[in-house]
């Protein structure tokens, strides 16, 4: 996917947020997130899209130069939350359609150009928080399409489980090789002392091998959507220990 599809979806699902938003109480509680009610999750994500706008829009090379309640502000009354949360994500979505693709900020993790990594992130982030505010509206969430949901399986698999120290473990190192039913896209992951994960063009033998569609697997690596009827072959604990440390 490219930016411009990245800025659609990112869209897109803003407006889906804001239809469960004006259609569900702000003390719903949010099944994924158990700490929050949905006024929690929508501060929290109204948070995100400003600290990001921040980020682009004055193109700031360093972490600290931007911070995040600084950007937040004071939360806003329950009966203009909805609307706080529109605004901010409206802004991001312009910021990020007008910016140069020459843009130098701060980024944290790999990618073909900080434009990239912002509309790819910002699409992902509202995505999974569209699911939670759908659950927490006790709706079934709505799916991604096939090409999205691959692409949030490889962010996740190949971005955030290298760089996340909770999959460092002093445990002998175990493989994992994911695909999606749906689409050619491959995945091997090694757990243990150092995790990695790399892209493939067929599945490599592993401890354990998960098959499903790309919007399950992609809802499912972030604990949004359960693996019953997934294919698992092998040590099924093997994936659990993937899921249960992006848990934590």
């Not at 950007?71 to 910016?99: I, M």
Request: include cysteine; aromatic fraction near 8%.
């Amino acid at each position: 996917m490219d930016i411009a599809d990245h800025l659609d979806q990112l869209d897109g699902e803003g407006a889906r947020l804001a239809a469960v938003l004006a259609a569900t109480s702000p003390d719903a509680p949010v099944p994924s997130c158990p700490e929050w009610a949905l006024r929690d999750l929508a501060f929290h994500l109204g948070g995100v899209h400003r600290w990001a706008t921040a980020f682009v829009a004055g193109s700031h090379t360093e972490p600290g130069q931007v911070d995040f309640a600084t950007q937040a502000g004071p939360r806003p009354s329950d009966a203009a939350l909805a609307e706080w949360v529109v605004a901010g994500h409206a802004a991001l979505v312009t910021t990020l359609r007008d910016t140069s693709p020459d843009l130098a900020c701060w980024t944290f993790m790999p990618a073909p150009s900080p434009l990239a990594f912002w509309a790819r992130r910002q699409a992902h982030e509202t995505t999974i928080h569209r699911v939670d505010a759908e659950l927490a509206a006790r709706r079934s969430p709505t799916p991604v399409t096939t090409a999205f949901g691959a692409d949030g399986v490889d962010e996740f698999l190949t971005g955030f489980v290298p760089r996340r120290r909770a999959n460092r473990t002093d445990e002998p190192p175990r493989t994992l090789a994911i695909s999606c039913a749906d689409a050619p896209d491959r995945w091997h992951l090694t757990l243990g002392p150092d995790p990695a994960a790399h892209r493939g063009d067929g599945v490599e033998a592993a401890d354990c091998v998960v098959e499903a569609n790309a919007s399950d697997l992609f809802y499912a690596v972030w604990n949004r959507h359960s693996t019953a009827g997934f294919s698992l072959k092998g040590d099924a604990a093997v994936f659990e220990q993937l899921l249960g440390r992006a848990r934590s």
